[in-house]
């Protein structure tokens, strides 16, 4: 009688196991075709559209914390830091969006922008450097005790650079030089690091020649916030400039010192927060990846070179084939060929041709 009176159920209980049974079947099907298609490689990047590139010709700014807010969209990424004492900027983009980026940070302070600081003297760095530039006004604060007057009067916001930056943008051989003046450095600094105090908390700008010899990063120390410039990027393989003194060994120099001040928060996540000289917000568990990465190239092509490899050789053995779908590229201004010419002539000893390494600068 249990069996009689459960048969019914029994039934519905097939009758839905048959209708079901078609759909997990296609369903398994899909999946295996999906399986054994082939996945696109990502080292065949040859399509990849350029860095930065922006067709939509806008700027989009992202609080990143404390008064630290970060410009995306002309170039290379521009750090803001507002309050009431003014605007400070760390690098100005390409300059083809300048005016945009004026609309951007005008509403974060009621006071006007003051300072300008340069981390390397490359075009996607300093080209919004003399129309942002000029809107500024060098106000002075308590904290500043040197005379301001003569600067006041020229409306110019300050630009700080390291020395060799001026040196080259100024061209003082004599050669002529296609950036006007009023985008060069005005307050330069020779010594390994140059503190201000500006919007209530300390601006260390640290001297360390890393893509080239002129580069400066900074520390907003109580927003706990770096800003890196080109000694850090998380997309792509460290831009080693040869021409304007740059090494690869002087890019690893750059990224351990930057671990040392970098602090995580819980699980390698948050804390201090980098600004990269482009690419994507990041922390200290991306800076670590990064310097793993780099140090590793670095130690594979020293030992291509003890074995007395040439540059084509270890072109053709491709070192970074593991690295490539992260960090390569086959077009744009700086792609892997480059970089592993640049980095095997760096610690070679290998003298650089007139080659430029990234058009446009």
Partial sequence: MNFLASKPRLMCAIAGIALLAP???AEWASAQENQNTPRPNPTANASRPARNTNSGGEVHLLHVQGNISMLVGDGGNITVQAGDDGILLVDTGAGKLSDKVLEAIEPLSKRPLVYIINTNDRSDHIGGNEVIGKTG????????????????????????????????????????TAIPDGAWPNDTYSVPQKNIYFNGEAVMIFHQPASTDGNSFV????SDVVSAGDIFDPGQYPVVDLQRGGSLQGVIDGLNR?????????HQEGGTLIVPGHGRLSDAADLAVYQQMVTIVRDRLQDMIKRGMTLEQVQAAKPTKDYDPIYGSTTGNWTTDMFIEAAYKSLSGAKETSQSHRSGN
């Fill in 23 to 25: 759909l997990a079947a």
């Fill in 137 to 176: 006004r060098p106000v002075p604060t308590d904290s500043q005790r040197y005379a301001v007057t003569e600067r006041v009067a020229a409306s110019h916001a300050y630009i700080i650079a390291f020395q060799t930056i001026l040196d080259r943008m100024s061209a003082p051989s004599g050669q002529a």
């Fill in 219 to 222: 520390l907003f120390r109580r």
């Fill in 258 to 266: 930057l671990k040392q001040m970098v602090i995580a928060a819980d």
